[in-house]
């Protein structure tokens, strides 16, 4: 007996056609759409004081830094998703405003419901990002930081950061305390 063949739901066109006009974010995946949660307060300002710092560090330099609604493509993995926090110093990111899909460095903030997701499948799309230097995950509950480095031979390493440590991005050159990084979080 044959298996049967997959149908998309939507092509990347169909999505990226559709998705501007819908109230709420959805990522897209190999054909299946996806609805993004909202976030909650802590969520949104551990997101935004990662941005202000990643911005004010890489201001006058060709990189930008982007939030959440800026959406990013995974062509190998034929994905859309919209990361918390990202930065690229692509010209060819620069000449699209509205897609990025060559950056070097990419946040995402863990909340229970997508903790999973963003260690395991997410990061297996971002991994085939050949630009992406630094895959960033921030615990909100443990305050724990998990920095996934690729090395110089493709490989990716692990570097924790514990409650209280200063968190070192290599990728950009930027070291962001916990006091910065947690700031006005109850």
Not at 3 to 13: D, E, G, N, S
Not at 72 to 92: G, H, I, K, M, R
Not at 138 to 144: E, G, Y
Request: proline fraction near 5%.
């Amino acid at each position: 007996m044959g298996q049967a063949a997959k149908i998309p739901v939507f092509t990347a066109a169909d999505y990226l056609a559709w998705e501007p006009m819908q109230v709420d974010r959805h990522e897209y995946i190999d054909g299946e759409v996806f609805a993004m949660a909202g976030a909650e307060d802590r969520h949104v300002t551990v997101a935004g004081n990662l941005y202000m710092h990643l911005r004010q560090h890489l201001a006058g330099s060709p990189c930008k830094t982007y939030m959440s609604d800026m959406r990013l493509q995974v062509a190998a993995a034929n994905s859309y998703f919209y990361p918390d926090v990202l930065v690229t110093c692509s010209a060819t990111d620069r000449a699209s405003p509205t897609i990025k899909s060559e950056p070097k460095l990419i946040a995402e903030i863990l909340s229970p419901s997508t903790a999973a997701y963003d260690r395991g499948l997410k990061f297996s799309h971002y991994r085939h990002i050949h630009t992406l230097e630094e895959y960033l995950l921030i615990d909100l509950d443990s305050r724990l930081t998990d920095c996934y480095r690729k090395g110089p031979d493709g490989l990716w390493v692990l570097y924790p950061f514990a409650a209280g440590e200063t968190v070192h991005l290599a990728s950009v050159g930027l070291d962001i305390s916990a006091d910065q990084l947690f700031a006005e979080v109850v």
